[in-house]
Every structure is written in structure tokens, then in C-alpha cells.
């Protein structure tokens, strides 16, 4: 008879490295953590970060957390050396608990409750972002510690998601707005920014950066405050599925578009999509199938009210397959799990046959996604799950 104490089985160990793009290592993750998941590499994190600080040197790159709030891309970043970008309290207390330095975040909504102003405060934050005379008043409580940067709008009617109709004073209002500010003791360290997410190509940014450009001068010259930050926003784009645009050749024009600017201004940028989109993949399992019009539709644990609630919301189509090959292709369609009729992934797909239990994978689903799902019909969220934390780490969770 065996020993049962060795026949115990051992706990399986890590693979040291983990590629959570490859389907051996996709299956092992499901095995534990179960499924829907939202595999977030932090490998990948650090390798987009570098290519945008490589793209943009000198340029302070704050994570705009919206997109993929999660401890484990905040605590990679951090340790690369990035600083932060946070609009609700609820992101503050996010970086709060993890011990960030508040000199590393700025604070990016224009539109804010005093409380929220209050919380950011009081976690030691001390940039904040404003575009319109109401919004100024709310920081006389806090004068003497609190400095601004008041927010430009371009408009960008070909973007997919253009931000400049809701956010951001015109260029024409700029000058009005700062002396306002200046008056009520207010202290104005530059100007922001943002073009709209996944940019079709530089040029916004450019007009942006040179208009930014006049303003800042314009406003020194008034003696109106220090004027010596200029923000660039986010934006920068990623390919799904096609290509992705090359990093260093879409900034190339911002480069020399920042070089002109005088030595005394400090650039920064609010990187989210950039960072976070390729860093993740969504994994969801078959709950079933049913033939309807010569078409197989396969019924997943996540759908459009969960992790791919981008393709409502951010317009984002996410590559997807099936982990698992061989056979005929057939015409198919991939729904989510709710009675919702709406909550169709993706249809006319060539797939092999699928049953139940397989395994569905959509790709740079990083950015939008798990961030903005609900548990709509009461089916979970997918679990968040983050390997390779640290480099050269054991893939520790
Ligand atoms: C959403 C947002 C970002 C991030 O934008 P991306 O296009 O994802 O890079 C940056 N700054 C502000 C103020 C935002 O609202």
C-alpha cells in the first residue's frame, strides 16, 4: 500500500516565466483561477511603458488609471519610475493604499466635487486640472498648496473618442480664464490637454502642442503664474489586430514639436489605452452551443455587459479565437451570457466546432474593458489576474 502522506499530491509549482499569450499557459491559468479571466502580463506593462518613454524622452509619463485600474499595473509602473494620472477619489485611494507618493499624481478631472478636491488634498496631491471660472472657487480652501492646470479643448470631430466637445476651455477663452484665476491667488502651472483616445494620427497633438506653445508665452508675459508645465494627454495609439502603429514614428512630430518649446517648460503626458490595451488578454469559456440558420452559436461567460463592454463603449473591436485547432471551419457566432439580445461578440466567424468548456481568448483587451463591465444578469465579472510582477519574477499572482 502507498504511503498517503507521499502520495499526497505535491502542489503544482509555477513555471518561473509565464507568456500568458500561449495556449498552454492560458489553460493553466483557467485551471486555477477559473473563467471568465482578464490576464494582465506586467511584462507587458513595463515594455509598453519603455517604448513610450523611449518615443518621448523627457517627457513624465503619468498612467492615466482609468482604463485598467488595477494595484498590479499601478505597482509595475511605479516601479519603472512613472508617475500617475487620478480623476475620482476612488483612484486616489487606489494608489493611496499602495503607498505612491502623491507627488507622483496629478489629478485630471476638470469637473469635480469639492469632496473630491478635499480627499485629493488630503492624500497629498497638489496638481489639480480646471477649465472653466466655476470650477476655480472650489480650490480657495486650499490656495496656498494647491496648483492648476487649466485644460484646452481641440476639437477633433474624425476621433474616435473625441473628448473635446465635453472637456477643455477654447484656446480664444484662455486668456480670460487665467487672469481669472490669477486674480482669486490662484497658481497656474501650465496648460493640458487631451486629443481623444486612440489617435488616427499625430496631428492633433501637433496642433495642440504649438497652440499650447503661443498660450504659455502669451500668459508669462502677462505675468499670470508660472506657466511652465505643459500636458499632452493620452491618445497614443494601438493596433487591434492590425498592426500596431509604430510608437516612435507617431511621436516623431511631437518630438520636435516639443523641442521648440522653451527649456524652463515641463512636458508630461497621461498615457492610459498605450499602456494598458496590449498588457491584457480576455479569456471566456463555452457555457453552451445551439445551431440557429446554418449558424453555430456559442454562448460565452462574458459578453458585452462584461470585459467586452468596450465594443459598445470604446468602439474597440478585440481580436478573438478559439484555443483549439484542426477540423472544418463553420460559419459562427460568439454571444455573451445574458438574456440580452445586444450581447453578440462577434459574428460571421470561421471556427472549428466548439464545445463546452473550450476556451475563447481576445486579444489587447487590456484598455476599457474589465474597467468598465458590470455584473449585469448577475454573471460575474471576469477575475483579474496578474502575472510576472516584478522582472525576473516567478509569475506570482
Ligand atoms: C482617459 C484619459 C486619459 C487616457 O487616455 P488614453 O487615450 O487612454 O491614453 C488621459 N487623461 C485624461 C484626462 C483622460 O480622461
Not at 5 to 30: E, G, N, Q
Not at 202 to 227: D, N, S, V, Y
Request: net charge positive.
Amino acid at each position: 500500500m502507498q504511503n498517503p502522506r507521499r502520495a499526497r499530491p505535491k502542489p503544482r509549482s509555477r513555471p518561473r516565466w509565464i507568456d500568458p499569450f500561449t495556449p498552454a499557459h492560458i489553460r493553466r491559468l483557467v485551471a486555477e483561477f477559473g473563467s471568465p479571466l482578464l490576464i494582465i502580463d506586467c511584462a507587458r506593462v513595463r515594455t509598453q511603458y519603455r517604448a513610450l518613454r523611449r518615443a518621448l524622452p523627457g517627457v513624465g509619463l503619468h498612467y492615466a488609471l482609468k482604463p485598467l485600474p488595477h494595484a498590479a499595473v499601478v505597482e509595475t509602473l511605479h516601479a519603472e519610475g512613472g508617475g500617475f494620472d487620478l480623476a475620482t477619489t476612488g483612484e486616489v485611494q487606489l494608489v493611496s493604499r499602495l503607498g505612491i507618493d502623491p507627488a507622483l499624481c496629478i489629478h485630471t478631472h476638470p469637473i469635480k466635487r469639492p469632496i473630491d478636491i478635499r480627499n485629493a488634498v488630503g492624500a497629498g496631491l497638489r496638481v489639480f486640472v480646471a477649465d472653466n471660472p466655476d470650477e476655480l472657487p472650489k480650490f480657495l480652501p486650499w490656495r496656498t498648496s494647491v496648483e492648476l492646470l487649466l485644460r484646452i479643448s481641440f476639437r477633433a470631430p474624425g476621433a474616435i473618442c473625441d473628448l473635446s466637445r465635453k472637456f477643455g476651455c477654447d484656446p480664444e477663452a484662455l486668456p480670460a480664464l487665467a487672469r481669472r484665476a490669477h486674480e482669486l491667488g490662484l497658481r497656474v502651472r501650465g496648460l493640458s490637454f487631451h486629443v481623444g483616445s486612440q489617435a488616427p494620427n499625430p496631428l492633433k497633438h501637433l496642433e495642440a502642442i504649438e497652440t499650447c506653445h503661443r498660450l504659455l508665452a502669451a500668459a508669462r508675459r502677462e505675468r499670470l503664474g508660472p506657466f511652465d508645465t505643459l500636458d499632452i494627454g493620452g491618445g497614443f495609439p494601438i493596433g487591434y489586430g492590425a498592426r500596431a502603429p509604430d510608437i516612435g514614428r507617431f511621436c516623431a512630430p511631437l518630438r520636435a514639436a516639443l523641442a521648440r518649446l522653451p527649456r524652463r517648460v515641463r512636458v508630461i503626458a497621461e498615457p492610459g489605452r498605450y499602456i494598458a490595451g496590449p498588457a491584457a488578454i480576455g479569456v471566456a469559456s463555452v457555457m453552451g452551443r445551439a445551431q440557429r440558420e446554418g449558424h453555430w452559436w456559442y454562448y460565452l461567460d462574458d459578453g458585452l455587459y462584461g470585459a467586452y463592454s468596450g465594443q459598445l463603449y470604446d468602439h474597440a473591436h478585440y481580436p478573438v479565437e478559439a484555443l483549439r485547432d484542426g477540423g472544418e471551419r463553420l460559419p459562427s457566432v460568439l454571444a455573451g451570457p445574458t438574456c440580452d439580445s445586444i450581447d453578440v461578440i462577434a459574428e460571421n466567424l470561421l471556427l472549428p466546432r466548439l464545445k463546452e468548456g473550450d476556451l475563447i481568448v481576445g486579444r489587447s483587451m487590456g484598455a476599457y474593458t474589465l474597467a468598465s463591465a458590470s455584473d449585469f444578469n448577475f454573471f460575474p465579472r471576469a477575475t483579474a489576474v496578474a502575472v510576472n510582477r516584478s522582472p525576473g519574477d516567478t509569475g506570482g499572482v
